[in-house]
């Protein structure tokens, strides 16, 4: 048996076992618990990078379930792709990296900051089968299991949403609203899936790409699937779950919630390019998108600048960021019948939109981090009470500086990558749409100023007298993903040319999607 | 005409169950609504399903020539009333941790998260 042709499945399948292990192991020894998860997630990160690897340089990956072939069906030769199937390409992987690379970190983190707490293996079960849904919801061909994946995905966050809930009311109450939204948005889906399926008799991405009319139910299908799709995505007219949800999981969750509203955006990107690609009005869609995206940045910056609350700012500022990946993207979407405007600006848009998601999702998951740690040794997240902490907290101040810089923009870290491209690619699309993308920027940073100034400069105070630096397993995530963003911000040629232009590339050509799996057919 | 019965149950289904989650206060309602929509859905899978006259899709004991009804839609139903359950529960057992720490379900007096 040829282990590398099992490594998609393998990705997933390790941290399922794991998770299902979890409970066992706890009764044993509750300690070994965190580092059996955190090993589990290791080793599906090192098999990520490996399929990363095989796929950039080989191409797109199909994983068939129960069969060599995904056109095969019948021994009589009967031809019709109805198997259930991984299919991974280069943006696919992308998601499947960010995802690895944040829940290994996430787990790590957890080994400190969940300690204290009783019911350890229940917190590392629900991580290990968060993450395994977030990986199949961006590796899985099938629409039908992608639903599937959403759901566990929800279930797997609000469960851990509510986990400080045994001794505290409002993470319940976050929970709920969570809840709600994401049975919605996944009862949707699958409204959405049923008209597909009645109208073209198949499940997979692909084969219903090759047939896919446009017609009018098509127009409902793509209307229900981005608008709740936007919704687990926290886009601004649906965004009341995100504050809440955000900042009463823990800090660690956070971040993964983080990832898995990403995955979220990537299933809209999915449905808009490798379903409907060009068979749609694309200028009135991108205009939606890039519509949602303006909301996101403006409303959520807007919002952030009034919080007192350390880990509500933070999530405003997530939902502000989501605009900029809206933005880009949505630009590139409404020149996509255009093949000059495509060439000209179009793509460097699309890709200044899915690096921001890699960068959001590094330098986000470092500030929640270190909210996170400021809460684990001061015991709250009011900012009018905290001060004077980097005295007491030198590594997590830097920390926090570096996070600060690349969510607002500055050289020379990740955050100015990004918004670069997506400065100067829709300037030329339309200037007033830049304009206000760097407005967003500059208030971004404004309030940032104020979190750095209320937390962390100052006197110290005699409250804070006990305080200390956090321990090693936090300092440790924070540093990985501090020394990510520096590199991301000082050779994002490197990361744009061989990862992010893939990426692109691969949801703007359809028919190598589609072919992939249909091949001669 | 008949046959699009169904299809009507399905909106008017998913439509109650919107009307719940937007107009009622109560947890256990919004509760209830959700699971007024995931009929609705369920419905709709099963209905897509049908064929009219045609025997169940076991393919060893079907009369030759006879159609048979599709059994992806039945399968995925299944799967969905699973997943459903999981849901409900879910979402029940959270309403019963609200009730024990504010000692009410109704919505307005719950909140405590704002802004």
């Not at chain 1, 993964?256 to 955006?265: F, R, T």
């Amino acid at each position: 048996m040829n282990l590398s042709n099992h490594t998609p499945i393998l990705i997933l399948a390790v941290p399922l076992l794991a998770a299902f292990l979890i409970p066992i192991i706890g009764k044993i020894n509750k300690k070994a618990t965190g580092i059996f998860a955190t090993l589990a997630l290791g080793l599906s990160l090192v098999l990520t990078i490996i399929l990363a690897v095989k796929i950039l340089s080989v191409g797109p990956q199909i994983y068939v379930f129960g069969a060599k072939s995904s056109l095969l069906t019948l021994p009589s030769g009967l031809k019709f792709p109805i198997r259930i199937m991984f299919q991974i390409d280069a943006m696919g992987i992308f998601m499947g990296l960010i995802t690895a690379l944040v829940s290994f970190l996430g787990a790590i983190y957890s080994l400190a900051f969940i300690d204290k707490k009783d019911g350890s293996d229940s917190y590392y079960s629900l991580l290990l089968l968060l993450t395994v849904s977030m990986f199949g919801m961006e590796f899985t061909g099938d629409l039908f299991n992608f639903f599937v994946f959403l759901e566990i995905a929800s279930m797997a966050s609000v469960s851990l949403i509510c986990y400080r809930g045994t001794d505290l009311g409002e993470p319940v109450e976050a929970g709920f609203k969570y809840m709600v939204v994401s049975s919605i948005a996944a009862l949707m889906v699958l409204f959405a899936i049923g008209i597909f399926y009645g109208e073209y008799d198949v499940l997979n991405i692909a084969a219903i790409a090759s047939v896919v009319k446009y017609s009018q139910l098509d127009k409902i299908a793509l209307g229900i699937l981005v608008s709740v799709l936007a919704m687990k995505a926290g886009a601004v007219p649906m965004h009341m779950w995100t504050p809440d949800a955000y900042s009463e999981a823990p800090a660690p969750i956070t971040m993964i919630l983080v990832a898995a509203s990403q995955a979220s955006l990537y299933a809209i990107f999915r449905v808009v390019f490798s379903l409907y690609n060009i068979t749609l009005n694309t200028l009135a869609v991108g205009w939606i998108i890039i519509i949602f995206g303006l909301l996101s940045m403006f409303i959520g910056v807007t919002m952030a600048i009034i919080q007192k609350d350390i880990n509500r700012l933070m999530a405003y500022h997530a939902i502000s960021q989501t605009g900029y990946m809206f933005l880009g993207v949505g630009v590139g979407l409404a020149v996509l019948a255009n093949p000059t405007a495509l060439q000209r600006y179009g793509i460097t848009a699309m890709e200044g939109g899915i690096f921001h998601i890699m960068n959001h999702a590094m330098y986000k998951g470092l500030l929640f981090l270190t909210a996170g740690a400021l809460f684990f040794r001061t015991g709250t997240r009011n900012l009018d009470k905290m001060g004077g902490l980097a005295h007491y907290m030198k590594y997590t101040t830097i920390f926090f500086i570096i996070g600060a810089a690349a969510i607002a923009g500055l050289p020379p870290f990740n955050g100015f990558a990004s918004k670069l491209l997506i400065y100067e690619s829709v300037y030329k699309f339309n200037p007033l749409l830049s304009i206000i993308a760097m407005l967003v920027s500059i208030l971004t940073l404004a309030s940032f100023v104020k979190v750095f100034h209320s937390a962390f400069l100052g006197p110290k105070l005699p409250q804070f007298k006990e305080v200390k630096e956090v321990p090693r397993s936090m300092v440790f995530a924070m540093a990985v993903l501090s020394c990510i963003i520096i590199f991301f911000g000082l050779f994002p040629d490197l990361i744009v040319k061989n990862l992010v232009h893939p990426a692109v590339m691969s949801l703007i050509e359809q028919f190598k999607y589609t072919s992939t799996v249909l091949g001669g057919m | 005409m008949i046959g699009n019965f169904p299809y009507i149950a399905v909106i008017i289904f998913i439509g109650l169950g919107i009307y719940t989650l937007m107009f009622k206060r109560n947890l256990i309602k919004i509760a209830i609504g959700i699971c007024l929509i995931e009929n609705g859905v369920n419905l709709f899978l099963i209905t897509l399903g049908f064929r009219k006259g045609a025997v169940a899709p076991i393919y060893t004991l079907a009369p030759s020539g006879q159609s048979m009804v599709l059994p992806t839609p039945q399968a995925l139903t299944l799967t969905s009333i699973v997943i459903g359950i999981a849901t409900t529960a879910l979402i029940l057992s959270i309403a019963m941790m609200i009730y024990k720490h504010y000692g009410t379900i109704e919505v307005n007096e719950v909140r405590r998260l704002r802004g």
